[in-house]
């Protein structure tokens, strides 16, 4: 087992009279922070194979390898054991598929079972010393996919990458009523709600917020909607189907009905983002939860 939690080789392609610190914050992108974390915590930088100092200067064709250290983990969060749906997984990601219920991180009502909690005993029991990030986050009662980095710098260039909009999430949702514009984009900025440290509302004072839709579905009572969000703001979509008129099933915090489910009727159903060290783009599927997909093939009419 190595002791690094995951190993970089980078070849220098061309002669640009760089130091190595230049080259890996430049060409590299790895933070001034990494690069001490790295220097102070038991990690390891070689050029050609041999350990050097990151004022070595570079030469075209020098071969330059970093182990990132293991990472200390906060002692407030507990390692648990709890089964999880893994659907992508490589060296620097994974991609969750969270069932409706786990919160993804601990809070003072929910201190255990979260997705938090699960990832870390997973990490445990394949040996890797690391500890968690998440790159996006889901409401504890909604379901679907979610993408936590392995490590600092994996987050670090996945989260660059999403202000860029290069990490694309879509969802399904139902919502009461019928909506009649069979596609939309409701884009109205979203803020905290002065009477309220847990609920958002659309305020002009807000941040800006983007959220377009598709309906895919019309029930007598409801309607099945395709949404894709062009920004990640606290309870988006809950916010913006609540403000024209159409709240999630089962989100009674912004005014939906619980008669036909227990919780927000909100799937994460696709991830996709550009993989910040293959160049690749990943894209993972989800189908719909079992009891979404039981709620829309019920006929109440």
Known sequence: MSKFVVTFTWKVERHHQKVLRQFLREDC???????ADIKFNGGLITVNGIETTVRSPLQCGDIVTVGLPAERRSGALD??????????EDDHFIVIDKMAGMSTIPSREHPNGSLANAVLGYYDRIGLTTTFHAVNRLDRDTS????????R???DRLSTLQQEGKVKRNYHAIVQGHVN?????????IGRSTDSIITRTVTKNGKRAITHYEVIMHKPHYTLLSIRLETGRTHQIRVHFSYIGHPLLGDDLYGGSKDLILRQALHCSKVTFL????????EVHSPLSEDLASLISTDFS
């Open 29 to 35: 992108q790895m933070s001034k922070k990494g690069l």
């Open 79 to 88: 390692v648990e054991h709890i089964p999880l749906s893994i659907v992508f």
């Open 144 to 151: 679907g996919l979610l993408i936590i980095a392995k490590h």
């Open 153 to 155: 710098f994996a987050h």
């Open 181 to 189: 514009q069979r596609k939309g984009t409701i884009d109205a900025p």
């Open 275 to 282: 993989h910040p060290f293959t160049g690749k783009e990943v």
